[in-house]
């Protein structure tokens, strides 16, 4: 199976900054996406940031400016640089991964982390 796991969370000033990270591993065939989501308390999930098999980057405009998502060469590791933090990004953050496990139609892959908390405050 494939997992993900989630790191760099803490708490953090506002204007202060943040690496997370996300870690693959698992039989994977082709990546389509991976991302980063957050949940803050009583709101839903949300898109934050996201890189293709390309290297193509897509960000929420709540955080462009500010986050920067990145990948190593060999696509089993993903980043979350998060610069300029404001009490607002206070959420859990979770790696997603979208992609495929084999060619056969049950092979798509839609995988989440547990999640890591990142609390902005003074």
């Known amino acids: 199976q494939v997992q993900l796991v989630e790191s760099g969370g803490g708490l953090v000033q506002p204007g202060g900054s943040l690496r997370l990270s996300c870690t693959i591993s698992?039989?994977?065939?082709?990546?389509?996406?991976m991302g980063w989501y957050r949940q803050a308390p009583g709101k839903e999930r949300e898109p934050v940031a996201s890189v293709n098999s390309g290297g193509s980057t897509n960000y929420a405009d709540s955080v462009k400016g500010r986050f920067t998502i990145s990948k190593n060469d060999v696509g089993n590791a993903v980043y979350l640089q998060m610069n300029s933090l404001k009490p607002e990004d206070t959420a859990v953050y979770y790696c997603?991964?979208?992609?495929?496990?084999?060619?056969?139609?049950?092979?798509?892959?839609?995988?989440w982390g547990q999640g890591t908390l990142v609390t902005v405050s003074s």
């Open positions: 698992g039989n994977i065939l082709r990546t389509i996406a």
């Open positions: 997603n991964l979208r992609g495929y496990s084999d060619y056969r139609a049950s092979g798509a892959l839609d995988v």
